[in-house]
């Protein structure tokens, strides 16, 4: 059974600060990987997508690498800003094809 | 392109009641899911269709959920004789297929009473 972890549950930066959002998935056996933004109250959207073949994916101040053999993916986000402050949720497709497989989330935080 | 549609956006169902929610994929999409997310909760796979066919509900409760992707309409989700427990976000998302980047709707709140 896939099981994701994402670290840390919550984390609060000042302004413009880089910052390494991580997740880790126990079946390496996996379709593709997808990183979501989660505002309260709203739906999800979709930040990312990482196929099993590609280590990385990069769009805007965003970029998402992939390391299959590991089971670990990290979502950088270069100069982080206020309207970043959201719930950021990885979640993997298995290859069985039926699912994806949601870790807990970051509750991140960005301060003026 | 619109995105994918939910509705309801809230709900208010007293306990014993049936609540149906509705879901409208993307154009050109043929595989929906639905997610619940409980309060303080994460998100948690509930059933994989296409249309007409229920690829997996292995994340549904055996009771009282049912769900059905009909060839014309939107996606029902159906809950009958609901409890407080139902209490939750229920989301949608569509993709064109397995492996394709997965849209999700903003959800429809459920609140039992």
């Known amino acids: 059974k896939q099981e994701v972890t994402q670290i840390p549950a919550a984390l609060s930066v000042p302004e413009g600060e880089n910052l390494v959002l991580n997740c880790s998935f126990t079946d390496s056996a996996i379709y593709n990987l997808q990183w979501f933004r989660q505002d309260p109250g709203k739906g999800l959207t979709s930040l990312l997508l990482i196929q099993s073949s590609q280590r990385e994916q990069t769009s805007g101040r965003l970029n998402a690498s992939l390391d299959k053999s590991s089971g670990r993916s990290t979502l950088y986000i270069a100069a982080s800003q206020p309207g970043d402050s959201a719930t ?6 298995g290859s069985s094809g039926s699912r994806l497989t949601f870790g807990e989330g970051t509750q991140l935080t960005v301060n003026p | 392109n619109a995105g994918v ?5 809230h709900l208010v169902r007293r306990r014993g009641q049936e609540a149906r929610l509705r879901c409208s994929p993307m154009k050109g999409h043929s595989h929906v899911y639905w997610y619940r997310q409980l309060p303080e909760e994460g998100l948690k796979f509930m059933v994989y269709l296409q249309k007409e ?4 509900e292995s994340g549904m409760p055996k009771e009282r959920f049912s769900a059905e992707f009909p060839k ?3 996606s ?6 609901v409890v407080r427990g139902d209490s939750a976000a229920y989301f949608c998302a569509s993709s064109a297929g397995s492996g394709n980047t997965i849209y999700f709707g903003e ?7």
Do not use: H
């Not at chain 1, 950021?88 to 497709?93: I, K, P, R």
């Open chain 2, 5 to 9: 549609m939910q509705n309801p956006r």
């Open chain 2, 53 to 56: 066919n229920i690829i997996d």
């Open chain 1, 88 to 93: 950021y949720l990885c979640a993997v497709f």
């Open chain 2, 76 to 81: 029902i989700l159906r809950i009958q004789q």
């Open chain 2, 107 to 113: 959800g429809s709140w459920l609140t039992v009473v």
């Open chain 2, 72 to 74: 014309e309409g939107p």
